[in-house]
């Protein structure tokens, strides 16, 4: 949730902008997220690490697609210090299960998160979360990308990477059929418009899952509505309603147009499916985030692909949707707090996040981390032009994003356009009021 130029012109470029997600957060349930939010917080222990220290250390990896590479890199840290264990853990889905254990007492000690999130911003004033501002690692991270992140002033987390979401293409396609890479939103319908005619399949759309097409959706938001922020706060505010705003209607529209332009059946393909058939050619495009990067080279090493910016209705209109993907944060009470803090010295480093920005290509947050992606260039390039904006659902309330991503799925399962503009006035409101 790709890089070309150095990661200082990407630290200027960023701090204009917000976000995060990601790849998809799963909102926790509302009793969850209060109870964690709202009971006593535990001290901190914040002694700084030593050498030669001693114990385990748990290590939560919330974001799934990276669990494999965090456990290599736990088994490295092991060899090099006897006397530390750290332990990788992941869940499928991670939020609720966070949730959970910091209500009941049993914080992970390290674990990933979405800095930007309401959920993690509320765990962080509760208590549940290490303050690191005075902590040596804090270091490693670019300033600009840690005054992004900031709660009440202090540091919670060590940002990782930036994401990003684009549209993937398929280059041997795009010259088979004798289209251009679009600038413009009527372009992308003329070439999705070609390439059907041709005998292919334009798009892929994961829409089973409903965190990808809720992503989708929240990119179109940040790219169509119009002071996109003043409407969503007004519409939880009971300012103003969705049959109120031409541009989100013109939203709902495009979601239901693309999919005359997708395989079959939508709802019935996940996230891995869309990987496969995007991989192995049988769709010439995948609306999707540079998260998928990995699985995309995994399942095709060969593929000639690119990554354009989804166009806005002009040239000149096109930004790129950007946000903090990924953070590593301290439990505040974690059962070996020198040995956890050891390890998030390394985790933490350039070394690591060299190789985790090659993983993804995505712009690292860490001082002098420079991915070397070609496929994502076009994109990059936008990026460091300054032409971008946080993902829009970084300023809703808990709870929203999964809400606004069940609406949208539900938009595309019964394409009424109005019950999915009534839907999202009871959410904003309902939501706002608790």
Same mark, same amino acid.
């Given at each position: 949730? !790709?890089?070309?130029? *150095?990661?200082?012109?990407?630290?200027?470029?960023?701090?204009?902008? %917000?976000?995060?997600?990601?790849?998809?957060?799963?909102?926790?349930?509302? $009793? /969850?997220?209060?109870?964690?939010?709202?009971? $006593?917080?535990? !001290?901190? /222990?914040?002694?700084?690490?030593?050498?030669?220290? /001693?114990?385990?250390? $748990?290590?939560?990896?919330?974001?799934?697609?990276v669990v494999n590479f965090y456990k290599d890199y736990a088994a490295k840290f092991n060899s090099a210090n006897p006397g530390i264990t750290v332990e990788v853990n992941n869940s499928a889905d991670p939020m609720p299960v966070?949730?959970?254990?910091?209500?009941?007492?049993?914080? +992970?000690?390290? &674990?990933?998160?979405?800095?930007?999130? @309401?959920? &993690?911003?509320?765990?962080?004033?509760?208590?549940?979360?290490?303050?690191?501002?005075?902590?040596?690692?804090?270091?490693?991270?670019?300033?600009?990308? %840690?005054?992004?992140?900031?709660?009440?002033?202090?540091?919670?987390?060590?940002?990782?990477?930036?994401?990003?979401?684009?549209?993937?293409?398929?280059?041997?396609? &795009?010259?088979?059929?004798?289209? /251009?890479?679009?600038?413009?939103?009527?372009?992308?319908?003329?070439?999705? #418009?070609?390439? #059907?005619?041709?005998?292919?399949?334009?798009?892929?759309? +994961?829409?089973? $899952?409903?965190?990808?097409?809720?992503?989708?959706s929240v990119n179109m938001y940040g790219l169509f509505i119009k002071a996109y922020k003043q409407f969503f706060d007004d519409l939880a505010a009971g300012k103003t309603t969705c049959e109120q705003n031409a541009d989100i209607k013109k939203v709902a529209e495009r979601i239901l147009e693309l999919r005359t332009y997708g395989q079959k059946d939508t709802l019935g393909m996940d996230f891995n499916g869309a990987i496969e058939d995007f991989s192995?050619?049988?769709?010439?495009? &995948?609306?999707?985030?540079?998260?998928?990067?990995?699985?995309?080279? !995994?399942? *095709?090493?060969? %593929?000639?692909?690119?990554?354009?910016?989804? @166009?806005?209705?002009?040239?000149?209109?096109?930004?790129?949707?950007?946000?903090?993907?990924?953070?590593?944060?301290?439990?505040?009470?974690? !059962?070996? +707090?020198?040995?956890? %803090?050891?390890?998030m010295s390394f985790i933490t480093s350039k070394e690591v996040a060299q190789a985790f920005a090659d993983l993804e290509g995505a712009p690292s947050c860490i001082k002098e981390a420079v991915p070397k992606v070609k496929e994502f260039a076009d994109v990059i390039n936008v990026i460091n032009a300054g032409k971008t904006f946080k993902w829009p659902n970084m300023d809703w309330g808990a709870g929203m994003e999964t809400e606004n991503n069940k609406t949208v799925q539900m938009l595309v399962s019964n394409k009424d356009v109005a019950g999915y503009m009534k839907e999202m006035d009871r959410i904003f409101t309902e939501n706002a009021n608790k």
């Open positions: 949730m !790709k890089r070309l130029l *150095a990661i200082l012109v990407t630290a200027v470029f960023v701090f204009t902008v %917000l976000a995060g997600c990601g790849v998809a957060t799963s909102s926790a349930p509302k $009793e /969850e997220s209060k109870t964690a939010s709202t009971a $006593e917080a535990p !001290k901190e /222990e914040t002694k700084p690490a030593e050498k030669g220290v /001693e114990g385990k250390v $748990e290590f939560f990896v919330m974001k799934q697609d966070l949730q959970t254990r910091m209500a009941s007492g049993d914080t +992970p000690d390290i &674990f990933t998160n979405w800095p930007q999130i @309401p959920e &993690f911003i509320a765990q962080c004033r509760a208590g549940y979360v290490m303050d690191i501002t005075n902590q040596n690692f804090v270091n490693n991270a670019i300033p600009s990308m %840690l005054d992004m992140e900031r709660i009440d002033g202090k540091i919670y987390s060590v940002p990782i990477a930036l994401n990003f979401m684009g549209v993937y293409y398929n280059k041997k396609i &795009f010259k088979e059929v004798g289209v /251009e890479v679009p600038k413009t939103y009527s372009e992308l319908i003329d070439v999705a #418009k070609k390439i #059907k005619a041709a005998g292919k399949v334009p798009f892929v759309f +994961p829409d089973k $899952e409903n965190w990808t097409v809720g992503q989708a192995t050619g049988k769709a010439a495009m &995948f609306h999707q985030g540079n998260w998928a990067m990995f699985n995309i080279k !995994k399942a *095709a090493p060969d %593929l000639d692909y690119g990554m354009f910016p989804f @166009p806005g209705e002009t040239a000149d209109q096109t930004k790129i949707m950007v946000g903090i993907d990924l953070g590593i944060a301290v439990s505040s009470k974690p !059962k070996a +707090p020198e040995a956890a %803090l050891k390890f």
